[in-house]
């Protein structure tokens, strides 16, 4: 068919003992935990952290912008761009239920919701907000609570795979 495998952009993931066979000698070997797929880290450590790390810097840059739009505008947009859909695939493909970096940006979820209404929330009634629209809520999903149902849901549909 004359299809040529570029071993210069092929990465290994495996032990350092592992014996490797000729043909695959070549490829660059990658860590466990610095392994990525489709974008989205494979196994918890320092590249799910940094994913995590860019996914708060761009909401805290994104809640100092809102601020400059109205605030209906900025909800619609907090909630629908810049809250839980911002890090789906994040949360769906990555392992990040006992990281620490989801109760941070709750709480970057938090203080724009407090920016945003110019109002201080007391727990429950974060709580309260974080609930869909339809439980009276304002929609604003907390990550935290996703982050386990979001993994198991993406692990159990590829479970035959």
Known sequence: MGLVLNAAK???LAH?????????VRFSRVEQGDTTLLGAPLFPGRVLNDFWSDGCRDLSRAVDRLCLV?????LILLRASFSAPRVQHLLRCSPSVDAPAPQEFDNLLRTALT?????????????QASLPIKSGGLGIRRVSSLALPAFL???SSTFLL
Request: with cysteine.
């Open 10 to 12: 092929c990465e290994l």
């Open 16 to 24: 350092s003992s592992l014996v490797v066979d000729d043909a695959i």
């Open 70 to 74: 109205g605030r209906q505008d900025a």
């Open 115 to 127: 920016r945003i209404s110019n109002n201080t929330l007391s727990e429950s009634q974060w709580l």
């Open 153 to 155: 849901a993406s692990a």
